[in-house]
C-alpha cells in the first residue's frame, strides 16, 4: 500500500496550505527526511520531509494550489511497490503534464479575449488613455467597470497587474526601452500583509504619542548584566529585551493598553504576549515571546534569539507568531531617531523604539550631553483615551529612565 | 401586482422623492412617508427659498450699480412682505410639482411620521396604518444644528427654518456659524439693508471651500458691509426687550456685539429622532446612520440616504444617493461614487467648488494649479463682476483633473462642466482643448486649464 502524504497540521488554526514548490518529481527516489514540498501558509513556508524510504508516486496537488489540512496531496511507494507503479508513472506523467499547461494557456488567453470590445472603438476615459500609454497596457484588452463599460484608470492598473500587456504593433515604438519593468506577483505573506495594514489603518482610529527619554541607565544595565546573561544563557542582551521588559512591566501597570478590541467589547488580557515586529527578506513578521511579565531578562533574550533563528531559517510554526497582546518595534539598528508603527490588530497599541542618539539634554539647568532614545505610542483611541496612553507613556518613561523600578 | 418589489420610502425630500420616482420606472411600487411638506428641507427650508430670497437681493444689486452701465434709478423701497410672499410662490409652485410627479406616477403618499416596526413593516403613528414593503429606504433628512451656551433657547434666536418665516426685517443680526448657510443669509440681509455681523469659530468664512477662494468670498462679503468676526467662540446670549448682545471670546479677549435678532446657522444635524430605528438595530455612529457603499445599512434591506447618514449634505448628492440605493435594491450592484460632487455658495460673487481643494490635492502628491483671474475675461467685463477666478487643479503626473474651483458670475451654472468631466477622469488637456462658447465666463474654466496644458492665451 503506497503510503498518502497530506497537507499537515501546523499549529492550532492552520486549516489549509499551498504548495509552493515540490522538491521531488514523481517517480524520484526518496529518503526518510528528505524535503518532498514546500508549503505557504499565511504566514509561514515549511519544508515537509518524507516519512520513510521509497519513491514519490503520483502528485495530486500542484504547485500553487491550496488545499485543506489533511488532504491528501501525493503518495509516496514503498520499495516493494516501486516497479509497478513506475511502470505507469511514465505513461501518466506526461498526460498530466500536457493537461495541466493546457487549460492555464487557456484562460490566460481566454481572459482578454472575453472582454475585448465587439466593435473596434474602445470606450475609454482620457486618463484611463494616458495611463495604459504610460504602462503599456492594450487598451482593448482592458474590460471597463465605468458607465456604459467605459475603461477607468483603476481597470488599466488592474490590467496591469493582471499582466495584460501593449499590443505586439506598439512594441517597436518601445524599441529601445529603459531599464525594464518587473512583476513581482503576491505571496501569501505579502498579501497578508498588505490586507493587514490597510485594515489597521481602516478600522482603528489610530493616534500617535511620542516621548523622547534618557536611556543613560537602560545602556549602564545592559552593559552590566551582560556578560552574566551571555554566561547563564550564553546569549547576547540586547537593549530591545530590556525595552520588551520594561514595556511589559509598564503595560501591567496600565492594563488598558494590554486590551483587543472585539466585535462585543473590550477584552483585557490578564498577560502580555509581547510581539516583536521582525523584517524577513519577504516581509514583515510579529513572533511572540509569551508571557513575559514572567521571564527573566536572560530568557527574554533566549526567546528571542531563538524567534530570529526560526525566522532566518524560515521555520516559524503557526503558534510561535500568534497570540500577541502589544506589539514592539524597534529601528534603532537603521538609525532611525523617530517613527510611527501600525497597529497590529486586532492588538490596541504598538510602541515604535527609534535608536538612542547622544543628544544636548539640559539637566539641572546644564546643558549636558546624553543618550536620548525616542518611543513612540500608536494606539487606538476607539479603545485608549488619551490620557490612558499618557499615562502609559509616563510610566513607561520612568521605567526607561529607571529600570530598578520595574522590581517595585 | 402581487411580483412588484414594494419599496418604502420615509422622507419626500430630495433623498427620497427622486428615488421614489426612479423606482418606479424601474418597475417597483412605492410608499412614500412624509411627516412634513413635499420637497423637504430643500425646497421648503433650503435650497429653494433662500436662493429665491437672494435673488431678491441681486435685484437691489443690480438697481445699485446701475449708474455703470448708464441707468439712472431712482432709488428703491423694499417691501418684504411682498420679498417673502414671492419666496412662498416659487416654493408652493415646486412642492406641487413634485406631488403631481408622484401622483403620475403612482407612488402612494402618506403623510405622517413613520416608524420601525420590524424590519418590512413601518407605522404611521398618526393613523395606526401599517405599510410592508421588501425593502426600506430611509431619507429622514436633517434638522438645523444647535451649539449648547447660554441664552441659544431665547425668544430671538433663529434656526433657518424660523428665518425663512419670519414677518419683518430686523435692523440689525447676528448670524452664528460662517458656514454655506449663515453667508448666504448675511448676503441677503445687507443687501436688505440690515446690519449684519457673522462670527465663525474658525479662522476664515466657509470652512471646507479651497482657501484661496474663501478669502477671496470674505473680503467681497466684507466689502459689502458685512462685520467678519472670525476665530471667535461663541459663549453666551443675553436677551432684553429689544436686543440681544452675543458674548464671543477671540483668544483670551472676551467682546460682545449686539443686534436685533440672532441667526444661528451652525450646520445641520441628521434627524432620524422619531424612527424607532434602534428598534430594528439599524446601526448609527455619531448621529449618523451608517450605510455601506452600497447605501444599505447594517440591517439587508433597509437602505439609507441624504443627510441622515451624514457626511456632506448636499440636495444633489441625496438625490445620487437615494437613486444609487433603489437601484441596489432593485437587483443592481452599484457602488455610490463621491469623486464629483460639487458644492455651491449663492452669494454675489457666487462660489462652486467640485473635487479636491489644493490644500488637500497637495497632501495626496505632486499637483499643477491653474489659475484665471477673471479680470481677463471679458463677459466678466461686460456684467461689471470682475472680481474671481477659476482655479483648475490637476494631478502632475497625467494631469487628471482633481478640483475645479470658481468664484465669480455663474459660478454655481459653471461647475457642471468641471463635474462632467471629473465623472469621465478628464485630464487638463481635454478642459483646455474643448471649445468653448464666447463671450462667456466659462472660457476662463478653458483658460485655467490651459495654464496646466501649455499656457492660457488671455493672461501675460
Redesign the interface.
Known amino acids: 500500500m503506497p503510503v498518502e502524504i497530506v497537507m499537515p497540521k501546523l499549529g492550532l488554526t492552520m486549516t489549509e496550505g499551498l504548495i509552493v514548490e515540490w522538491r521531488k518529481k514523481e517517480g524520484d527516489p526518496v529518503k526518510k527526511g528528505d524535503i518532498l514540498f514546500v508549503l505557504e501558509t499565511e504566514k509561514v513556508t515549511y519544508e515537509v520531509e518524507a516519512p520513510e524510504d521509497g519513491a514519490l508516486g503520483k502528485i495530486l496537488v500542484k504547485e500553487q494550489e491550496t488545499v485543506p489540512v489533511g488532504a491528501v496531496v501525493a503518495t509516496l511507494l514503498k520499495p516493494g511497490e516501486i516497479a509497478v507503479e513506475v511502470t505507469a508513472a511514465p505513461v501518466a506523467a506526461p498526460k498530466a503534464e500536457a493537461a495541466s499547461p493546457a487549460p492555464a494557456a487557456a484562460s490566460s488567453a481566454a481572459a482578454p479575449a472575453a472582454v475585448a470590445p465587439s466593435g473596434g472603438r474602445v470606450k475609454a476615459?482620457?486618463?484611463?488613455k494616458?495611463?495604459a500609454k504610460?504602462l503599456g497596457i492594450d487598451l482593448s484588452a482592458v474590460a471597463g467597470t465605468?458607465?456604459g463599460g467605459?475603461i477607468?484608470?483603476e481597470d488599466v492598473e488592474k490590467a496591469k497587474a493582471s499582466g495584460i500587456k501593449a499590443p505586439a504593433a506598439a512594441a517597436p515604438a518601445a524599441a529601445a526601452p529603459a531599464a525594464e519593468e518587473k512583476l513581482v506577483t503576491f505571496t501569501g505573506m505579502r498579501r497578508t500583509i498588505a490586507k493587514k495594514m490597510l485594515q489597521s489603518k481602516l478600522e482603528a482610529a489610530q493616534t500617535y504619542m511620542s516621548n523622547t527619554v534618557d536611556a543613560s541607565n537602560l545602556q549602564r544595565y545592559r552593559e552590566a548584566l551582560l556578560p552574566f546573561v551571555e554566561k547563564k544563557y550564553g546569549v547576547r542582551l540586547t537593549i530591545t529585551d530590556l525595552m520588551m521588559k520594561v514595556t511589559g512591566a509598564a503595560l501591567r501597570e496600565h492594563p488598558v493598553v494590554n486590551t483587543r478590541w472585539t466585535e462585543k467589547g473590550i477584552l483585557y488580557l490578564p498577560e502580555v504576549h509581547m510581539g516583536m515586529a521582525m523584517a524577513l527578506d519577504e516581509g514583515l513578521i510579529v513572533p511572540v515571546i509569551k508571557s513575559i511579565n514572567a521571564k527573566s531578562l536572560g530568557q527574554i533574550a533566549v526567546d528571542r534569539t531563538a524567534l530570529i533563528r526560526k525566522g532566518k531559517t524560515n521555520s516559524f510554526l503557526p503558534d510561535d507568531i500568534k497570540g500577541s497582546t502589544f506589539t514592539l518595534s524597534a529601528m534603532g539598528m537603521f538609525g532611525i531617531e523617530q517613527f510611527t508603527a501600525i497597529i497590529n490588530q486586532p492588538e490596541n497599541a504598538i510602541l515604535g523604539v527609534a535608536a538612542i542618539v547622544d543628544k544636548p539634554v539640559v539637566v539641572k539647568g546644564q546643558i549636558v550631553i546624553r543618550p536620548m532614545m525616542n518611543v513612540n505610542l500608536s494606539y487606538d483611541h476607539r479603545t485608549i483615551d488619551g490620557a490612558e496612553a499618557g499615562k502609559f507613556m509616563q510610566t513607561l518613561k520612568a521605567f526607561i529612565e529607571d529600570p530598578v523600578m520595574i522590581l517595585g | 401586482m402581487a411580483d412588484k418589489t414594494r419599496i418604502t420610502i420615509i422622507g419626500g425630500g430630495v433623498g427620497g422623492y427622486p428615488a421614489a420616482i426612479r423606482a418606479v420606472r424601474m418597475g417597483a411600487e412605492v410608499t412614500l412617508i412624509e411627516k412634513d411638506a413635499l420637497g423637504g428641507t430643500c425646497l421648503n427650508w433650503g435650497c429653494i427659498p433662500t436662493k429665491a430670497l437672494l435673488q431678491s437681493a441681486n435685484v437691489i444689486q443690480t438697481m445699485k450699480e446701475s449708474d455703470t452701465f448708464g441707468i439712472k434709478c431712482k432709488g428703491y423701497e423694499v417691501d418684504f412682505g411682498a420679498v417673502m410672499n414671492r419666496k412662498n410662490t416659487v416654493v408652493s409652485q415646486l412642492t406641487r410639482g413634485v406631488g403631481a410627479l408622484l401622483k403620475a406616477k403612482k407612488v402612494k403618499v402618506i403623510q405622517g411620521t413613520a416608524s420601525f416596526v420590524d424590519p418590512k413593516t413601518i407605522q404611521v403613528n398618526e393613523t395606526g396604518e401599517k405599510v410592508q414593503g421588501d425593502a426600506i429606504l430611509i431619507a429622514s433628512g436633517s434638522k438645523p444644528g444647535r451649539i449648547p451656551v447660554e441664552g441659544i433657547d431665547g425668544p430671538d434666536v433663529m434656526d433657518s427654518n424660523q428665518v425663512l418665516a419670519m414677518k419683518a426685517l430686523p435692523k440689525s443680526v447676528v448670524v452664528i456659524g460662517g458656514g454655506v448657510i449663515g453667508v448666504e443669509f448675511a448676503q441677503f440681509l445687507i443687501a436688505m439693508g440690515t446690519e449684519v455681523t457673522i462670527i465663525e469659530m474658525l479662522p476664515g468664512l466657509v470652512p471646507g471651500v479651497d482657501k484661496e477662494i474663501a478669502a477671496i468670498l470674505q473680503k467681497q462679503l466684507s466689502a459689502t458691509g458685512v462685520k467678519v468676526v472670525t476665530g471667535a467662540a461663541v459663549k453666551g446670549i443675553a436677551h432684553k426687550k429689544t436686543e440681544n448682545t452675543v458674548t464671543y471670546t477671540i483668544g483670551d479677549k472676551t467682546e460682545t456685539v449686539t443686534a436685533e435678532k440672532v441667526f444661528l446657522t451652525v450646520g445641520r444635524k441628521p434627524d432620524f429622532s422619531l424612527l424607532n430605528i434602534d428598534k430594528v438595530g439599524v446601526k448609527h455612529e455619531r448621529g449618523a446612520i451608517v450605510v455601506n457603499e452600497f447605501m444599505e445599512t447594517n440591517v439587508p434591506g433597509i437602505y439609507a440616504a441624504g443627510d441622515v447618514i451624514g457626511g456632506i449634505m448636499l440636495a444633489h448628492l441625496a438625490s445620487a444617493e437615494g437613486e444609487c440605493a433603489v437601484r441596489n435594491i432593485l437587483g443592481h450592484r452599484e457602488v455610490m461614487n463621491y469623486k464629483a460632487v460639487p458644492s455651491c455658495i449663492y452669494t454675489t460673487p457666487e462660489v462652486a467648488c467640485v473635487g479636491l481643494t489644493e490644500e488637500q490635492a497637495k497632501e495626496r502628491g505632486e499637483i499643477q494649479v491653474g489659475r484665471f483671474p477673471l479680470r481677463g475675461n471679458g463677459k466678466a467685463l461686460v456684467l461689471n463682476e470682475t472680481e474671481g477666478m477659476v482655479k483648475v487643479i490637476s494631478d502632475r503626473k497625467?494631469?487628471?483633473v482633481l478640483g475645479v474651483h470658481i468664484i465669480g458670475p455663474h459660478a454655481t451654472d459653471m461647475i457642471a462642466e468641471a463635474v462632467l468631466g471629473m465623472?469621465?477622469?478628464?485630464?487638463a488637456?481635454?478642459l483646455a482643448g474643448a471649445i468653448h462658447p464666447h463671450p462667456t465666463v466659462s472660457e476662463a474654466i478653458m483658460e485655467a486649464a490651459m495654464t496646466i496644458a501649455g499656457g492660457a492665451i488671455h493672461m501675460p
Open positions: 476615459t482620457p486618463l484611463a494616458k495611463v504610460e465605468g458607465p467605459r477607468l484608470q | 497625467f494631469g487628471e465623472t469621465m477622469e478628464m485630464t488637456e481635454e
